[in-house]
């Protein structure tokens, strides 16, 4: 890139970033020049992006256009609440031409609760905005505030164990499990008290699990109900999420009903 180029560009990415670091609760206005202009913005495929106690890596895709062709995307920049944030610059940004006046970079922000790295608090779980600033040959420019938002969630597990195995006709089956979620503070999973889950069930056989009933977790997240022996099948607990936590499902568990 030219330097004259570069020192542009350095200038404008400057300014809009320190209008949205210092002042995070204001909606800044888009920033462009000239005709170009972005297509299509993905982060993580368009799924959630799901964050337990170890790194995760989210791939960016950004398709833009201009008369003159793409030169390139200056940075990729994620926010969250307030001291959750991470970026990466272009020369971690790959932008490949679709055609002469196309082209889609690409790039990966690697959120790492254990080194602080975008995610510094639970707070991180919520609504993030990805902003960039895509540039043209021509020196057209575009920063769309925000390009595209997504949703960041902390990682749950939940585990069952059903007994005794075997078990006769008729008894009594005991269903424990746990239900936890990742702790981005102490970086641990923790148990996830007072939520809701389902017990489900699959008979020997069959391909559908049938709901059995709801059970609310203890403050530990501890979970714990009985049901009565009817046949060989299998049973886990299933718990729904929320907006700030993912969904779980445990392993299934066999009981030999004789």
């Given at each position: 890139?030219?330097?004259?180029?570069?020192?542009?560009l350095f200038?404008?990415?400057a300014?809009?970033?320190?209008t949205?670091?210092?002042?995070r609760?204001?909606?800044?206005?888009?920033?462009?020049q000239g005709?170009?202009?972005?297509?299509k913005a993905v982060?993580?495929?368009?799924?959630?992006?799901?964050?337990?106690t170890r790194?995760v890596a989210?791939?960016v895709?950004?398709?833009a256009t201009?008369n003159?062709?793409i030169?390139g995307?200056?940075h990729?920049?994620?926010?969250?609440?307030v001291?959750?944030?991470?970026?990466?610059?272009?020369?971690e940004i790959t932008?490949?031409?679709?055609?002469?006046t196309?082209s889609?970079?690409?790039?990966t922000?690697v959120?790492?609760?254990?080194r602080?790295q975008?995610?510094?608090?639970?707070n991180?779980?919520?609504?993030?905005?990805?902003?960039?600033?895509?540039?043209?040959?021509?020196?057209?420019?575009i920063?769309?505030?925000p390009?595209v938002?997504?949703?960041?969630?902390?990682?749950a597990?939940?585990?069952?164990?059903?007994?005794?195995?075997?078990v006769?006709?008729?008894?009594t089956?005991?269903?424990?499990g746990?239900?936890?979620?990742?702790?981005w503070?102490?970086?641990k999973?923790a148990?996830?008290g007072?939520q809701?889950a389902?017990?489900?069930?699959?008979?020997k056989?069959?391909?559908?699990?049938?709901?059995l009933?709801?059970?609310t977790?203890?403050?530990?997240?501890?979970?714990?109900t009985?049901v009565?022996?009817?046949?060989?099948?299998?049973?886990?607990?299933?718990y729904?999420g929320?907006?700030?936590t993912?969904?779980?499902v445990?392993?299934a568990?066999y009981?030999?009903v004789?």
């Amino acid at each position: 890139m030219r330097a004259g180029t570069r020192l542009v560009l350095f200038g404008i990415t400057a300014a809009m970033l320190a209008t949205t670091v210092g002042v995070r609760t204001a909606q800044a206005a888009d920033v462009k020049q000239g005709d170009i202009k972005i297509n299509k913005a993905v982060v993580n495929g368009g799924r959630t992006v799901v964050v337990g106690t170890r790194a995760v890596a989210v791939g960016v895709a950004v398709t833009a256009t201009d008369n003159s062709g793409i030169s390139g995307a200056r940075h990729f920049s994620a926010f969250g609440p307030v001291a959750n944030y991470l970026q990466i610059w272009d020369d971690e940004i790959t932008c490949v031409k679709q055609s002469a006046t196309t082209s889609t970079c690409t790039g990966t922000l690697v959120l790492d609760p254990a080194r602080g790295q975008g995610i510094r608090d639970n707070n991180a779980a919520a609504t993030w905005q990805l902003r960039t600033l895509v540039f043209a040959h021509d020196l057209d420019y575009i920063a769309p505030n925000p390009l595209v938002a997504f949703k960041v969630q902390r990682h749950a597990r939940v585990t069952a164990n059903a007994a005794p195995e075997p078990v006769k006709k008729g008894r009594t089956i005991t269903v424990t499990g746990a239900l936890s979620r990742a702790d981005w503070n102490t970086v641990k999973y923790a148990g996830y008290g007072k939520q809701k889950a389902t017990l489900q069930y699959l008979r020997k056989g069959t391909k559908k699990y049938v709901n059995l009933k709801t059970v609310t977790a203890s403050s530990s997240g501890a979970l714990k109900t009985t049901v009565k022996a009817t046949a060989d099948g299998y049973f886990r607990y299933v718990y729904a999420g929320n907006p700030a936590t993912s969904a779980a499902v445990s392993a299934a568990d066999y009981v030999d009903v004789r």
